[in-house]
């Protein structure tokens, strides 16, 4: 047998896999080109929006995407859509000032209780980059928080689906959700499922990330990074990634940026096209 790294030596099936030599080869926290989970303190960062985006730039990233968050999230001082538009403008200057990097201009959108979006499709369009996260009424039923999600997925503004569960380690257990059919729609829908690295959060569970990831989705590993220093916690989501079997090319974010911006925008430009019309600030044409 080859050597089996310690990530998957939980009786799951890697010692056939070794025999048969067919291990992946596990992704490595020097593959990720960007961060696109990352907060300001224009809502409940701690670190401002040019702090934030150099401290990407000073690890090597291609790409990085702010993703503050919308209005329904009161405690953190979410954004409303002249919010977003504001900070669009910022986005823009720091664009000019600082090269070697793609600044995404994204938000951490609200899945309300019956599924919609926390902004319109006008707002929605003008953005980069959308993670879709529930953050209340966690307590649903099973049936009724998938119907939910799966609705905010079928929005065409949608690239990922953040901290899926929703647990907290030691504090909050994961919401009831039909994670078979959640990864089933993430990859026909094009949507990929985030593995978010706040070490409280770990969510997706690595039990999850395999499940999607032999389901065919595409992942994410994202910091939800609320100060330079959280931007470190990269290596714990891709720790996640291995436990789940997860190589390279299974996570996004470990695409060049122009791979990485064909594969996200598919669904946006289709929806674009739609309207009739091309998305405000879009980080292609920065």
């Not at 009161?74 to 977003?84: C, E, I």
């Not at 647990?167 to 089933?184: F, Q, S, V």
């Not at 891709?238 to 695409?255: E, H, K, L, P, V």
Request: aromatic share 4%; with cysteine.
């Amino acid at each position: 047998m080859p050597w089996i790294p310690p990530e998957l030596r939980k009786d799951a099936g890697e010692i056939e896999a070794a025999r048969a030599r067919r291990l992946p080869a596990l992704v490595e926290v020097g593959a990720v080109r960007g961060d696109l989970h990352v907060h300001t303190t224009y809502t409940d960062g701690r670190d401002e929006l040019e702090a934030m985006v150099r401290a990407c730039a000073a690890r090597g990233y291609a790409y990085v995407a702010i993703t503050d968050h919308t209005q329904a999230v009161r405690v953190a001082g979410g954004l409303d859509a002249s919010g977003f538009r504001r900070q669009a403008r910022a986005i823009d200057g720091l664009r000019r000032t600082i090269g070697g990097m793609a600044i995404l201009h994204g938000a951490e959108v609200d899945i309300l209780e019956d599924g919609a979006l926390d902004l319109d499709d006008a707002a929605l369009a003008a953005l980069d980059y959308v993670v879709a996260s529930v953050h209340s009424k966690l307590t649903m039923p099973e049936p009724d928080m998938t119907r939910r999600v799966l609705r905010a997925l079928e929005s065409p503004f949608v690239t990922a689906l953040g901290h899926p569960t929703g647990r907290l380690l030691g504090k909050r257990e994961p919401y009831a959700l039909d994670m078979p059919r959640i990864a089933r729609a993430a990859r026909e829908l094009g949507v990929l499922l985030e593995i978010n690295a706040q070490p409280e959060r770990l969510d997706l569970c690595d039990v999850h990330v395999r499940l999607a990831r032999e389901a065919g989705a595409k992942l994410v590993v994202a910091t939800d990074a609320h100060a330079v220093a959280e931007l470190g916690f990269m290596r714990h989501g891709i720790d996640q990634a291995r436990r789940g079997w997860c190589a390279a090319a299974d996570i996004a974010n470990t695409a060049p940026l122009a791979e990485f911006l064909e594969l996200i925008g598919r669904r946006r430009r289709a929806a674009t096209a739609a309207r009739g019309s091309r998305p405000a600030g879009s980080a292609a044409s920065a």
